[in-house]
């Protein structure tokens, strides 16, 4: 199953994608991860990106396709891929038809997550990530056991300096008009399926897994 998570920051695409990994054995690709990673450990991407996520705007297209190109390649990726945060730009859609048709594939799946907006900023201001396994947690909606640390690999909680709520608005903004074309340019291929971000995260699962199941 190749598919894609669409949808605006905060509706739950990293949440939803972790637990699909587990169930559909096929990796979950956040290229915001990816980034994260590199800003980590000081490499040449995290240097190139750095500056534009820490402004809420996107990384050119230019770095964020060749990385997405280069993970696709990847053996774990031959059942397929869950990807979340690519593509953002009509260009990035583009260019991921071109790498599949490449590799003799294509998109089975892309899943419009959706969320009002006032919900979408609460869940990110109230978000806490493990800077160790990137572990995924809410203050309020999905605490871990212990305040401050990761239920899974006792790492460090942070708040992604990108989740302070100027930035958080501003990546909203930035990516609005974007994903409505994404929305659009999937809803004419004829894969597109929208599906509501509300209710808690089990119940947003088994609406996924429904729809998966249906389209296998
Ligand atoms: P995310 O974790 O998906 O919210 O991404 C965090 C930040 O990484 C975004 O605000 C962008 O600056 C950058 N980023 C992630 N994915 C992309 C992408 N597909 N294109 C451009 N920038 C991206």
Known sequence: MDMILLGLPGVGKGT?????EESLEIPHIATGDIFRKAIKNETPLGKKAKSFIDAGELVPDEVTIGIVKERLTKPDCENGFILDGFPRTIAQAEALDEILVEQNRELDLVIYLQAEIDILVKRLAGRRVCV???AVYHVENDPPEVEGVCDKCGGKLIQRSDDQEKTVKKRIEVNKEKTAKLADYYQNKGILHEVEST???DKVQ????????ANK
């Open 16 to 20: 939803q994608a972790k637990k699909l």
């Open 132 to 134: 160790d396994c990137g």
């Open 199 to 201: 209710g808690g995260i």
């Open 206 to 213: 088994q609406r996924l897994m429904e729809l998966i199941e």
